[in-house]
């Protein structure tokens, strides 16, 4: 048994080194020592002015704060626009637009009142009537995006708006003066203050957004802003500048002059620009960590946020559950993590990510255990059945983004299903909004996807599959039951049958074979000495730059 063990381990270690030549990922550049480099971008000024130099991974898709739905739209808006309230550097929500709130003895009305001489851009005077106003276009059917339901699940009135069933007066969303601003809730949420610090409950200025019509949001001109920042230039291919806020309630705070944010999408350039002294912080690709890991530069984060596969129920050969189970079951997400990522990443074997909110005192995670591991043999065997049942081998495309960590991912599943499952998967890249858009209009086969939590609740994840959620997106997706889970979940009073039912659908939704997790996203990077302050939430928008200083 010992010998027969020894030879697969080795024939094993030997196959994946045979896979990391072959994908490219055994090279890596040697760090270059930051005091001997004499580049420091932290030190860089222009004409006086604190400038901090970030990148992107990848294009930003939609600046319009009631329709976007992706993590880097959210990481620049979230930085030129401020709700009621703002996660602070201990992810805690704390007072922003907002004094202060009172919330009634039953829970389900909250009073907002609104600071003195808090102003947008333009100096004009943020109300209570623009968070109304914004709120309402956020439900309304005709400018609703994909996170109508983060108001609608939530605010007496809001779901029977949005389906076209009432008028605005039905909302129980009351402007008492210019600075009070009343909300009753559906349901008690304790997480209701967490919700107000997110992008879709950011205010409008309705007089500005009638003014630019079809163009509000296009350009940084077609945007009116309320937070620390406002943007000076935004290209969506490029990237954006932004330069502090001269009428933000807090500004004396904000110790940056002028950030750049520039689409990067590839981890080898932006490490080469922080080597040069281009860039105050970079992410690592998984062959540069162990190079740098030992650096005092070198640090690394986490977030609440996960990679899956997610299968088109309404695409051959998708429509099959035993492709579907086989396919779920025929890579294995340590190798990914460790080996292929190797960035603080964690293995996936549920959909909410680890440390997330569970109950009396334990993470979702943690009471819900691994739902799911790799079983090539029960893989193959499924798979074999779902040929039969097909009456022949499929021909499958693999959608991912055309970033690195996007297409190391692919390849890496690209081989695993070859040697697996003996089947050739072919891969298509493309930018992160075409990929977004694809995945959209239903127009794709399987693709890798990713979800980052917007509040530190599980409900986050799960009500992403209840209808009538955005079908071809989420694998056009229907179960009555698992509907029923969630949506008794979102009005139950009693937090251990709320949670009970919560983690009953995240079992349905992977025994159903809608998903394949992947990995929880850890990320590893390199920062300038002199930089600190970028704060990076778990969940929510990130990074958050109010506190960020360069010394």
């Not at 879709?200 to 500005?208: A, I």
């Not at 004396?252 to 944010?261: G, W």
């Not at 549920?350 to 790799?374: N, W």
Request: charged letters at 25%; aromatic letters at 10%; hydrophobic letters at 35%.
């Amino acid at each position: 048994m010992r010998k027969s063990w020894s030879k697969w381990m080795m024939l094993l270690l030997f196959s994946v080194m045979v896979l990391l030549t072959g994908c490219n990922f055994g090279e890596s550049s040697k760090p270059t020592e930051a005091e001997g480099d004499g580049k420091k971008a932290a030190e860089k000024e222009e004409n006086g002015e604190k400038v901090l130099n970030l990148s992107l991974d990848n294009d930003i898709p939609d600046l319009n704060q009631l329709k976007t739905t992706d993590g880097i739209s959210f990481s620049v808006l979230n930085n030129v626009m401020e709700g009621l309230y703002r996660l602070d550097e201990n992810n805690e929500p704390q007072p922003a637009m907002a004094e202060t709130y009172k919330m009634s003895d039953d829970g389900l009305t909250y009073t907002f009142t609104l600071k003195d001489d808090i102003k947008w851009s333009n100096g004009d005077a943020v109300t209570a009537e623009n968070f109304k106003y914004s709120w309402l276009r956020a439900m309304h059917p005709d400018t609703a995006g994909s996170y109508a339901s983060i108001l609608t699940d939530y605010i007496k009135g809001g779901a029977e708006y949005a389906a076209g069933e009432s008028k605005e007066d039905g909302v129980a969303i009351e402007v008492k003066d210019d600075k009070t601003l009343v909300v009753e809730l559906i349901q008690p949420t304790p997480f209701f203050v967490d919700l107000t610090a997110f992008v879709t409950y950011f205010p409008l200025n309705k007089t500005f957004v009638e003014e630019k019509g079809n163009k509000f949001a296009l350009t940084y001109d077609a945007i009116l802003y309320n937070g620390p920042f406002v943007l000076t230039s935004y290209d969506q291919a490029q990237g954006v500048t932004m330069k502090r806020n001269e009428q933000y309630w807090d500004n004396d705070k904000v110790a940056i002059d002028k950030v750049n944010m520039k689409v990067i999408k590839e981890q080898s350039t932006a490490l080469n620009l922080y080597e040069a002294g281009d860039l105050d912080k970079v992410y690592l690709a998984s062959a540069d960590v162990e190079s740098y890991q030992d650096s005092s530069e070198f640090s690394s984060e986490t977030e609440f946020r996960t990679y899956f596969i997610q299968f088109n129920l309404e695409k051959e050969p998708f429509t099959n559950e035993n492709i579907r189970k086989a396919m779920q079951l025929a890579y294995d997400q340590q190798v990914l993590a460790d080996v292929i990522l190797n960035n603080g990443s964690k293995p996936a074997y549920g959909l909410i990510a680890e440390e997330m909110s569970g109950l009396d005192g334990k993470s979702f995670r943690e009471i819900q255990g691994e739902i799911i591991k790799p079983n090539i043999e029960k893989a193959k065997e499924l798979w074999a059945k779902g040929v039969e049942e097909l009456g022949g081998t499929p021909q499958i495309e693999l959608l991912t983004s055309d970033d690195t960590l996007s297409k190391d991912t692919g390849t890496f599943l690209q081989s695993e299903y070859k040697k697996n499952l003996g089947i050739d998967i072919k891969l298509v890249t493309q930018p992160f909004s075409g990929r977004l858009d694809t995945m959209r209009a239903g127009d794709y086969q399987v693709g890798v996807n990713r979800w980052g939590a917007d509040y530190n609740d599980s409900m986050t994840y799960l009500d992403l599959w209840v209808e009538p959620s955005n079908p071809p997106f989420r694998g056009n997706y229907s179960n009555e039951k698992y509907d029923e889970l969630v949506n008794t979940a979102k009005i139950e009073a009693n937090n251990q049958v709320r949670i009970d039912k919560l983690l009953e659908a995240e079992k349905v939704l992977i025994e159903d074979g809608v998903i394949a997790p992947l990995y929880f996203d850890g990320l590893a990077f390199l920062q300038k000495p002199g930089v600190k302050g970028i704060v990076t939430h778990p969940y929510g928008a990130s990074p958050d730059l109010k506190w960020a200083v360069i010394d």
